[in-house]
């Protein structure tokens, strides 16, 4: 094996370990949100048919979904940018400009 094929083969094993982020999660993903966040988006659990669009279109990759749970977004890092809400079918996310503090559960 050569060593561009060793090389690539690494970092093949390297992608298939590690969670997928998207190009501005890459950079942003891991930076604590702190309190500078205007909109905070906020899930009417009882609207939501846990599509998973959300989560698949969250350019931080920290919306969670599954069957047996209620989607959870780790507010942590979350930035407000609201394309959550934009792209839920439902309309089940809204984003509040009122809340000033948000517990996080992680
Ligand atoms: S996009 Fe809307 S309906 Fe689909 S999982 Fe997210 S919050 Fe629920
Ligand atoms: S507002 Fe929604 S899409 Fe934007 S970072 Fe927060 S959870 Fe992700």
Redesign the pocket.
């Known amino acids: 094996m050569s060593k561009g094929q060793e090389n690539a083969s690494k970092q093949s094993e390297k992608d298939k370990n590690s969670t997928f982020l998207g190009p501005v999660a890459t950079i942003v993903n891991d930076v604590d949100t702190g309190a500078w966040r205007v909109d905070v988006?906020v899930v009417d659990h009882a609207s939501c048919i846990r599509c998973a669009i959300?989560k698949k279109?969250?350019?931080?990759s920290?919306?969670k979904v599954d069957k047996e749970n209620p989607v959870w977004?780790d507010m942590r890092f979350?930035?407000?940018?609201?394309?959550?809400?934009q792209v839920c079918p439902k309309g089940c996310i809204l984003?509040d400009s009122n809340i000033k503090e948000v517990e996080n559960n992680a």
Do not use: T
């Open positions: 988006p959300c279109h969250c350019p931080l920290i919306i977004i979350c930035k407000g940018c609201g394309i959550c809400a984003m």
